[in-house]
């Protein structure tokens, strides 16, 4: 099935500064990678996705990159701010186990004022 | 938007005692429900993956006789721990998809086993 490795498992930035969270995935045929933001105790937030036939897509402050080739994925958020501090995870819709998501190990993230 | 309704959001039980929690789409037809176990500070982890009227199709090494999954309707999916222990214990999270790209995640269900 689906691996998918995330990288690194803790970050921490200051305020303002960039955050860089990185991703890869093992099956070829996955086709869509969405990154999930979640705070202690609640659901996975979705914050941005991406699929297959696009390389970057942007929202404000987030961007996502994806290189198919390299089977890798990356989610940049520019200006940090205190309440983005979370675990993100990412995550890659494979072609088995009708098409569930299979989620990175998550990453830490703690932007300081 | 989508939303997936989810109950209970806490539950404590005794050693040996079944919990049944349930998932909901309101707004939407869930042609296929995702069933995930997360224990503290780690990842998500598929337990199985259930569609309208059929079996649900379970992750190596989760038991389906102790997970008992039913997908009666487009709207309704349940997660029955049966026998539970206190490593059973965890947070457990239903996404619901309909085919559309989307997934929808409940608000998750701690349960506590005694």
């Known amino acids: 099935g689906e691996n998918v490795e995330q990288h690194p498992s803790t970050l921490s930035v200051q305020e303002g500064d960039s955050a860089v969270i990185k991703c890869t995935y093992s099956?070829?045929?996955?086709?869509?990678f969405p990154w999930y933001k979640q705070e202690l105790g609640k659901r996975p937030q979705l914050i941005i996705d991406?699929?297959?036939?696009?390389g970057e897509k942007k929202d404000q402050r987030i961007a996502v990159t994806l290189n198919k080739t390299a089977k890798h994925f990356s989610l940049h958020i520019t200006e940090t701010q205190p309440e983005d501090s979370a675990v993100y995870f990412c995550a890659a819709r494979g072609s088995n186990s009708g098409y569930a998501l299979n989620f990175g190990k998550g990453t830490s993230l703690l932007v300081t004022p | 938007g989508a939303v997936v309704s989810q109950h209970p959001s806490r539950v404590i039980c005794k050693s040996g005692t079944s919990v049944k929690i349930e998932c909901r789409s309101l707004?939407?037809?869930?042609?296929?429900m995702f069933w995930y176990r997360q224990f503290p500070k780690q990842s998500l982890m598929l337990m199985a993956t259930?569609?309208?009227?059929?079996?649900?199709?379970?992750e190596q090494g989760v038991e389906k006789d102790k997970f008992l999954i039913n997908h009666a309707s487009l709207t309704l999916s349940t997660l029955t721990v049966t026998s539970a222990h206190p490593e059973d214990s965890s947070f457990y999270i239903c996404?619901?998809?309909?085919?559309?790209?989307?997934?929808?995640f409940g608000s998750g269900t701690r349960l506590t086993v005694v």
């Open positions: 099956d070829s045929a996955s086709n869509y």
């Open positions: 707004d939407f037809q869930a042609t296929t």
């Open positions: 991406i699929r297959s036939n696009v």
């Open positions: 259930s569609n309208e009227g059929s079996k649900a199709t379970y």
């Open positions: 996404s619901a998809s309909n085919r559309d790209w989307g997934y929808t």
